[in-house]
């Protein structure tokens, strides 16, 4: 039986979802917000649209009138029919899909697709939508429609150049307004373009306002970030990602992650929002899959999901049979030590180097920084997944100013087919722009922009997904097959180099020779862009100026664990020597040319404090009596930290320091000033007759300096109460483990860590005891209606079921609520190996992809809980 079953694939399944939506695809154009964008960019998804016969792909936060008359398809008619794919919340997504109906006039039906089911909309405490969450919707949005096409029509009689952004200013039916800016975007006149249709449609419009508006809103699960067939993480700009896990307690250390484990589950109103969505993705997600799920969870919000996954299982969960496969569930803040570290992932290394694409400035935003919810944030802004990878490098050898010029006359071409009526003004830009690529603006400046590329997982050699194979292997593997593959691809295309590559090793010079020959050709290009893409991100990520940073955090972090392995003066004193060594660089030094140089700044030091923090509570659990060091200890500590702010304030802007950073640097400047003053002084001193006449005037200056250090005393004092809460916060990180011992696991079985400096995550750890059959303390496994039942009432007849094991499953799925990173991926397939079921099919999942930057806002940043 099980040689038939087809095995599991997320990006297959995303695929097949999106063709399931065939119909509603074709002839239509397809609205995007930015976490579909995300998801879909990474599988690939944007040639599928074409195929299945899309008029064009566009941005809906980005949405403009010109999108009506962008069309792929030839000999085809204006578009009557739009669709949206959102994974917001549909309230959060009203407006957008307001301004694309009211711009783009033809339409006249709207299918619009949420990840967000009815059940999490209802559930979810900012959504004013009920349990019949997509029928409300289709009606309001029919009538706000309707209504805002009268006021348009009455606007449109008064004045030619009435706007949809003037008519939509007065609607407020209890949903989000957009910024300015983006309410900028509307005013057709500001493109002269859009401004021809407008004209031309507004008599047409009085027929169209008559007619119904058809709406159709239906529930599209599948919106995910696979980085390979088998991992994948929920898009940074989406609803379930960007909503909160933890709320406002004693045990929350962060609105974006899992509280401390105490061993209690939420209940009612105090389950965050957060859990509430991950349950119901999980859901339909392994509906799709065709999964029957056995769930076993680990943390106190995993518990939280696991509960209410079990309880949909038991009320849904009838009809036709599902492959059954387990489900653990695992609370991020179980270990935050793997993702706050800099671990040996070429992955994790490119994403913490690479640019990201900024975010998108989301009616979410808008609404998280003007209201609140009672115990936290209203959503939490994440770091985009999508990154930019610059190719302007590789794809131009030379850049010329003749070929900017064929740009700009391109351009004026096109305009002149545009609107040759209103090209005047344009005409005039495009001079000024021309000036500016010849002086002002390098051509390698303007290209930079264009010239990006970006992950997607279906881009293969030779069947093997680029991305899937490079995080199973460590950074310098990772490189090496890299060079592999640019070699094989070379000769492919019988392209022969002029230097010579060293066999083994990868060096920079290597790739980048390799990648540049590759990409000479137009068609080579096209061919091995997916590698050409990915190398391009490994040269970038390797190169000094950003490894080196990476690098020093690692030795750092190495330095740390071995100290942490011998008493807690040595890792106090290590943690102080970083933090004074921090203090020194950013008072003298060039933060760009520090990273280049792999010197840490003071944030740097801080996160380094919580990797120590973490370790001293592994190792250290009863050495003080609040925390895991002895006063005198956490004295020096804090005291190096008061000075090194008072130095140089301006490169800790944290949360702790809320309402005194402006102070803090207010002192510098002075302190900075007077120094100058005094040193002019003494370069400058000459005695004349009439300074004799002042000599006494030194009292005032002695009781101005009284002044200032009483000042300097005040904001001290201010500054160390700060400083004393940071370090309560220190004390709670240290406490994570007290309830559950995950280091006893690792010392327990002697077949791992082959690196002395570093221990073997949580999720290896566990897994490697699981798939070997071993007792995984607190691991619980959620029992269905029916099971309960056989335990209950049947056992007593001795018909009771044996507790299931999660190593008994052909299928296996983990999911991290909170985030998962790429050295994680890669101990999980170690551990999958490693064990006596290498066969299992493990899929692995996380509510966002984290690096150590990533942990840093969350711990420290504007989400913590200090």
Not at 46 to 60: D, Q, R, V
Request: hydrophobic share 35%.
């Amino acid at each position: 039986m099980r040689g038939i079953m087809a095995t599991v694939d997320v990006i297959k399944c995303c695929m097949d979802s999106i063709r399931q939506l065939s119909d509603e695809i074709r002839d239509a154009i397809i609205y995007l917000d930015a976490g579909c964008t995300e998801s879909f960019e990474y599988v690939g998804a944007f040639s599928l649209f074409l195929e299945l016969g899309a008029h064009a792909i566009c941005s809906l936060e980005k949405m403009s009138p010109l999108d009506k008359v962008v069309d792929w398809k030839l000999n085809s008619g204006p578009a009557k029919k739009i669709v949206v794919i959102t994974s917001r919340l549909l309230s959060d997504a009203h407006r957008y899909i307001l301004r694309c109906l009211s711009a783009l006039q033809t339409v006249c039906s709207c299918a619009i697709f949420t990840c967000i089911s009815e059940t999490g909309h209802s559930a979810y405490p900012e959504s004013p939508l009920g349990p019949d969450a997509y029928c409300e919707y289709e009606s309001l949005l029919v009538q706000d429609y309707e209504e805002l096409a009268r006021k348009f029509l009455m606007n449109s009689c008064h004045t030619r150049e009435s706007t949809v952004k003037e008519s939509t200013s007065t609607e407020d039916e209890g949903w989000s307004q957009l910024t300015t800016s983006e309410e900028e975007t509307l005013n057709f006149s500001s493109v002269a373009s859009a401004q021809n249709l407008y004209e031309d449609s507004v008599i047409d419009r009085t027929e169209d306002v008559q007619k119904k508006l058809k709406v159709s809103v239906h529930h599209f699960p599948l919106v995910l970030c696979p980085f390979s067939p088998r991992f994948f993480v929920l898009p940074s700009e989406g609803s379930i990602a960007e909503a909160c896990l933890s709320t406002e307690h004693d045990n929350s250390i962060s609105f974006g992650l899992p509280p401390i484990s105490t061993g209690t589950t939420a209940d009612g109103e105090d389950v965050p929002p957060g859990a509430t969505l991950t349950a119901q993705f999980l859901y339909h997600l392994a509906a799709k899959m065709d999964l029957k799920l056995e769930i076993f969870s680990l943390g106190d919000i995993s518990k939280t999901v696991g509960k209410l996954l079990t309880d949909m299982s038991s009320l849904y969960d009838v009809g036709r049979r599902k492959r059954s496969a387990g489900l653990l569930l695992i609370d991020r803040t179980l270990d935050l030590l793997t993702p706050c570290c800099h671990g040996d992932s070429l992955v994790d290394q490119m994403f913490s180097s690479l640019p990201h694409r900024e975010r998108m400035a989301s009616l979410s935003q808008a609404k998280s920084s003007h209201s609140q919810v009672k115990l936290g944030p209203a959503y939490l802004q994440r770091s985009p997944l999508s990154i930019k990878i610059p190719l302007n490098n590789f794809l131009r050898e030379e850049t010329s100013s003749s070929d900017n010029f064929q740009l700009v006359e391109s351009v004026e071409a096109f305009l002149h087919g545009w609107n040759s009526r209103d090209s005047t003004s344009q005409m005039v830009e495009l001079v000024n722009f021309s000036t500016k690529l010849s002086g002002e603006i390098s051509s390698q400046d303007v290209q930079s922009d264009l010239l990006c590329g970006s992950f997607v997982s279906t881009e293969n050699f030779h069947g093997t997904p680029y991305l899937e194979a490079i995080l199973e292997r460590r950074t310098k593997d990772g490189a090496v097959l890299i060079k592999k593959w640019l070699q094989e691809s070379l000769r492919r295309e019988n392209i022969s180099l002029n230097a010579k590559i060293r066999p083994g090793y990868a060096s920079k010079s290597d790739l980048q020779t390799m990648i540049k020959a590759l990409a000479k050709s137009q068609s080579s290009l096209a061919k091995n862009k997916g590698i050409i893409q990915l190398a391009a991100a490994a040269l970038f990520a390797l190169d000094e100026s950003h490894s080196a940073k990476w690098d020093a955090f690692g030795s750092a972090e190495k330095i740390l664990n071995v100290n942490a392995g011998d008493t807690s003066q040595s890792l106090a004193a290590q943690i102080s020597d970083l933090i004074n060594k921090s203090a020194l660089v950013s008072s003298l030094g060039n933060n760009k040319m520090d990273a280049q140089r792999g010197l840490l700044a003071l944030q740097d030091a801080l996160l380094l404090t919580v990797v120590g923090y973490i370790l001293a509570g592994e190792n250290f659990p009863s050495s003080g009596t609040v925390g895991p060091f002895s006063w005198q200890e956490e004295h020096f500590m804090k005291e190096a930290i008061v000075d090194a702010i008072v130095e140089n304030p301006t490169v800790a802007k944290l949360k702790f320091l809320q309402g005194l950073t402006q102070e803090l640097e207010a002192n510098f400047n002075k302190k900075s000033e007077e120094k100058k003053e005094d040193f002019c002084n003494t370069e400058s001193i000459d005695f004349d007759d009439d300074d004799w006449g002042n000599w006494g005037d030194e009292d005032s200056g002695k009781e101005k300096r009284k002044e200032q250090v009483y000042d300097d005393m005040q904001l001290k004092l201010e500054l160390r109460d700060r400083v004393d809460n940071l370090f309560k916060f220190f004390h709670k990180l240290s406490s994570l483990k007290k309830n559950i011992s995950f280091r006893e696991w690792s010392q327990a079985l002697s077949k791992f860590n082959d690196d002395p400096y570093s221990n073997k995550g949580l999720l290896y750890n566990v897994l490697s005891r699981v798939l070997d059959k071993h007792e995984v303390p607190d691991l619980q496994y959620h029992s269905s209606t029916v099971g309960r039942l056989f335990k209950s009432g049947f056992g007593r007849f001795g018909l009771g079921q044996a507790k299931p094991s999660l190593a008994d499953h052909d299928v296996i799925l983990v999911f991290v609520v909170g985030g998962i990173n790429g050295v994680e991926v890669r101990e999980a397939q170690e551990a999958l190996s490693e064990s006596s079921r290498p066969e299992v099919e493990l899929i692995l999942g996380g509510t966002t992809f984290l690096t150590p930057k990533d942990m840093f806002e969350l711990l420290l940043g504007d989400y913590c809980c200090i």
